[in-house]
């Protein structure tokens, strides 16, 4: 199984400043096919999770482009360029390369 | 539009078996894995399988391996998760997630409680 690994777990932020959260696999991320599937999620309280970011750094449709993301093999990125108050909930990254998908611990967004 | 919808709540007793659906349409259901997802009350995600509804190809988590079976009908284009016995500890929300195109349906609960 590959090992997400997700830091900062809690991560209170202001309003109008950036943030980041940082995630690591136990293996290189990247595919046989040339590609990274390495995607960020954001769930909000009683909602289903939402793609944010796909193959490391592609925004889905209508994400805004506050959120980026980077990286390369097993380390990777999401930024928050100016935290906005809708943006409070719990960011997972996620990969499918390794034929399953696994998961990030979770990292909880709130406002301080 | 592409979209992933399941099927709904579910309260079981212990020993019984359940069956809960995820249906897609706007894209070719055939051509996609579909992966099966985990989240007990207040805990992360976990990727619990996938299947290949084209031909059927299954792959689990080694935590889920001999716990759940998954399946397909491409004819209807549903992807299926079901257990034979239910426990207390299979209480949790469970999502179908497209992740080649990165689309998730909105959860079934699933309450076990004698």
């Known amino acids: 199984d590959i090992v997400m690994t997700q830091t900062p777990l809690s991560l209170p932020v202001t309003l109008g400043q950036p943030a980041s959260i940082s995630c690591r696999s136990s293996q290189s991320l990247e595919h046989s096919d040339g590609n990274t599937y390495l995607s960020w999620l954001q769930q909000r309280p009683g909602q289903p999770p939402r793609l944010l970011i796909y193959k490391i750094s592609n925004r889905f449709s209508g994400v805004p482009d506050r959120f980026s993301g980077s990286g390369a093999g097993t380390d990777f990125t999401l930024k928050i360029s100016r935290v906005e108050a809708e943006d409070v909930g719990v960011y997972y990254c996620m990969q499918a390369t390794h034929g399953m998908c696994s998961f990030g611990q979770g990292t909880n967004v709130e406002i301080q | 539009e592409v979209q992933l919808v399941q099927s709904g709540a579910e309260v079981k007793k212990p020993g019984e078996s359940l069956k809960i659906s995820c249906k897609g349409s706007?894209?070719?259901?055939?051509?996609?894995?579909i992966g099966w997802v985990r989240q007990v009350p207040g805990k992360g995600l976990e990727g619990m399988g996938v299947?290949?509804?084209?031909?059927?190809?299954?792959r689990f988590s080694p935590s889920f391996q001999g716990q759940v079976t998954i399946s397909a009908d491409k004819s209807i284009n549903t992807a299926y998760l079901q257990w034979s016995s239910l426990k207390a500890s299979d209480t949790a929300m469970y999502f179908c997630?497209?992740?080649?195109?990165?689309?998730w349906g909105q959860g079934t609960m699933v309450t076990v409680s004698s």
């Open positions: 997630v497209s992740p080649g195109l990165g689309v």
């Open positions: 706007g894209y070719n259901f055939a051509t996609w894995w």
């Open positions: 299947i290949y509804p084209g031909d059927s190809e299954t």
